[in-house]
């Protein structure tokens, strides 16, 4: 039995999400169909981490045990060959035996990108949300920093998420302004809650916007109300960037 990890990109916007479902077709579900083409063996793909429905990945992390004997060249271009044209398997390579793409992910980064400016544009729609009102990046950065830390994040979990323990440690949070009104917001964490990274994002374009004030953040976060906090941000804007081991 050999044991594989792959990088794999993928636009969300016609997907259930990464794991299989029974309501719909997910990115799990066609790697797996692709695997067995090229090899003719059933596998189950571990990834590092569940995206939701429409949620994009640069550089999702996969792994999958196979007792083949195709070299992994050979596995690496047959799959991309099957696979349909919004899902690319980047790199793949031969593993240690204990690797696993969930248990050994040390963190995340994910990216969420706000098109800020007064037209929608009709290009990319898919891949940020567009808020035409302008945002003030210095406020939204103030209240950033208060989220940066370990804190039970109860707040920006979505509703009826049977998870118990929502404590999770925010390694850093940036946000920077780039060409043609595109803002990009980076969140790093050792885990992820379901809608976290949405559901701060949402909280942080209130802030933007003047409805909220930065300081506001901590008394939500204290406050562990979901109904406290912002809206969930579009998941079209929502890139997994990078996973780190």
């Known amino acids: 039995m050999r044991n594989f990890k792959m990088i794999v990109e993928y636009d969300g916007t016609a997907y259930c999400g990464w794991q299989r479902q029974e309501n719909g077709t997910s990115i799990q579900q066609l790697l797996e ?5 090229i090899t003719g063996q059933k596998v189950a793909v571990i990834g590092s981490g569940r995206t939701d429905a429409g949620v994009h990945a640069l550089n999702q992390v996969g792994s999958f045990r196979c007792s083949t ?11 991309n060959s099957v696979l349909p044209p919004d899902i690319v398997v ?3 390579e031969e593993v240690a035996d204990d690797f696993n793409a ?29 808020i035409s009102f302008p ?14 830390g370990t804190h039970d994040f109860s707040c920006f979990c ?49 802030v933007g916007c003047g409805k909220r004030k930065p300081e506001e953040m901590s008394v939500i976060i204290e406050s562990k109300n979901r109904n406290i906090a912002g809206v969930t941000a579009p998941a079209c804007g929502l890139f997994l960037k990078e996973v780190k081991y």
């Open 33 to 37: 169909e692709s695997i067995k083409l």
């Open 69 to 79: 004997k195709l070299p992994v060249n050979k596995i690496f271009m047959g799959m």
């Open 90 to 92: 980047k790199e793949l």
């Open 102 to 130: 969930l248990r050994d992910a040390k963190s995340k980064i994910y990216v969420y990108k706000i098109c800020n400016q007064r037209l929608r544009p009709a290009l990319g729609r898919n891949y940020f949300w567009h």
């Open 135 to 148: 945002l003030d990046i210095a406020r939204m950065k103030k209240a950033v920093k208060l989220l940066i």
């Open 158 to 206: 979505a509703a009826g998420t049977d998870v118990k323990d929502r404590v999770r440690t925010i390694v850093g949070i940036e946000i920077k302004t780039c060409d043609e009104g595109l803002i990009e917001i980076k969140v790093e964490s050792h885990g992820f809650l379901r809608y976290m990274v949405r559901n701060i994002i949402g909280t942080l374009v209130e």
